[in-house]
């Protein structure tokens, strides 16, 4: 089986994050001990001291007229020996009685003097300690008072010796935890990649020949199910790209065949037949016509090809529609003059938009290359141009036969591709396009919003 990049990224995450939160409770672990078994201690010292002073009141109620020192003494002597450390002291710090068999009096005096605190820990040469200091005034006879303190101290040798063995064992465990959860988070992430990897072989088996076939989404959703339906949306588009391609094709062929079948057809005859002028005049004329019709569907699938992409058109000409009339008006006269039809501008008011220039100029070409080649002679092809309310329009009005408007996805009608880029051109203007026709005249109408 071949090691797989993206599991072993997996592995390390999983085990990194498995090791981060391995010491974090290790720490805590071991700062939960340390606390624990110091607020236990400082319990056990205060259960001593109020322990002290039980005592203390016993014997002063038995031997009332006993000194301080001597009562002092007397409970120090009778203390069980046990674990149980503390001192006695007097108001001047001095030791009274002492219970002490680490012989730590002397360092527990010196720090309390130093502190005067209620809980101290005695650090330095030798063992550690934790003491906790009690002061009461206790009544003697004659109405005398005299204050007496306990200070009841422990070694943390144990302590730390526990916090210390706990730490070692997890300094040894933890490596081979982590070392474990690198191999058990392999193959986790092997079982958890499965999904992928068997979307990753339906992708594989789909055919490029065949762009029909879905994925199978899971439920309930998850990241693998939105990964499949991500790549059958793509498998749409790419279906859809696929189908307007072929139709171009498609569209392309025949909107070429004609005129090369002409060429081919006159140029076939011309080699077959005698040699005559006029007549070769009259052959390489067509020819020439039949040329430039190829020439001009050339330049249209060009557009439409742009078209189809999708990209936006930069809009960055400030664009006067009655001096792209005039201009478009010259261009055509001598086509529509060969084609046996007239031109005239109707209403050409002063308007501008923000556009493309050459855009604009090969829509309202085609507009005019439209009307001329399938209009009539009953009226001449007007072009106009005007504003209505916060927009403008661009109109070629002329008679003939009634048609409509190409569908989204052009197919081959009796305009050829014209309407279909005239279209595409308005819409990346923000525009629209529209057909009407009235009393035998047909008037395609390009609006847009005015600058």
């Not at 594989?204 to 959703?221: E, F, G, N």
């Not at 696929?242 to 171009?248: A, D, E, I, S, V």
């Not at 020439?288 to 090809?305: G, H, I, K, P, S």
């Not at 938009?353 to 005019?368: D, P």
Request: hydrophobic share 45%; proline share 3%; charged share 25%.
């Amino acid at each position: 089986m071949a090691t797989s990049r993206l599991r072993l990224r997996l592995t390390a995450g999983f085990a990194l994050a498995f090791g981060v939160g391995l010491a974090i409770l290790a720490a805590a672990a071991l700062g939960y001990l340390n606390r624990e078994s110091r607020r236990r201690l400082d319990a056990k010292l205060d259960a001593i001291n109020r322990a002290v002073f039980v005592r203390i009141e016993r014997e002063l109620r038995d031997t009332p007229d006993s000194s301080l020192t001597y009562i002092a003494s007397e409970v120090a002597a009778e203390w069980p020996r046990d674990d149980d450390t503390f001192l006695l002291i007097d108001d001047h710090d001095l030791l009274l009685a002492a219970v002490d068999v680490d012989s730590a009096s002397t360092r527990i005096l010196r720090t309390f003097g130093r502190q005067h605190a209620q809980r101290f820990d005695v650090d330095g040469h030798g063992p550690d300690y934790q003491a906790a200091a009690v002061r009461k005034t206790i009544a003697l006879t004659g109405g005398r008072t005299q204050r007496i303190t306990a200070i009841a101290f422990a070694s943390t040798e144990g302590i730390e010796s526990d916090t210390q063995l706990l730490g070692i064992v997890l300094a040894i465990t933890s490596p081979l935890i982590v070392l474990v959860s690198l191999v058990v988070g392999y193959l986790l992430a092997r079982r958890a990649l499965l999904p992928v990897t068997s979307l990753a072989d339906a992708i594989a088996a789909i055919a490029p020949s065949d762009l029909s076939q879905r994925l199978r989404v899971t439920t309930p959703r998850d990241e693998v199910s939105a990964l499949a339906e991500e790549f059958n949306a793509l498998l749409v588009r790419l279906e859809e790209a696929q189908h307007r391609n072929r139709g171009f094709v498609r569209e392309a062929a025949h909107q070429i065949r004609t005129p090369l079948t002409l060429v081919l057809g006159e140029a076939a005859y011309e080699l077959t037949s005698v040699p005559s002028v006029d007549r070769m005049q009259a052959t390489l004329g067509r020819i020439r016509t039949a040329a430039e019709q190829m020439r001009r569907r050339v330049d249209e699938l060009f557009l439409l090809a742009e078209a189809r992409t999708g990209e936006p058109v930069r809009l960055e000409d400030d664009v006067e529609l009655d001096s792209l009339v005039l201009e478009c008006t010259d261009l055509m006269r001598a086509r529509a003059t060969a084609l046996g039809r007239a031109l005239a501008i109707g209403i050409a008011e002063p308007v501008s938009i923000r556009g493309n220039a050459a855009l604009l100029q090969e829509a309202l070409l085609e507009l005019l290359e439209n009307a001329c080649r399938h209009g009539t002679n009953e009226s001449p092809v007007i072009v106009s141009c005007y504003r209505v309310t916060t927009r403008c329009a661009l109109e070629v009005s002329s008679s003939g036969a009634s048609f409509a408007l190409p569908s989204e996805s052009p197919a081959r009608d009796a305009t050829g591709l014209g309407l279909s880029i005239v279209r595409w051109v308005a819409t990346a203007h923000h525009g629209d396009l529209s057909i009407t026709r009235e009393n035998g005249t047909n008037t395609v109408r390009l609006t847009f919003p005015v600058r």
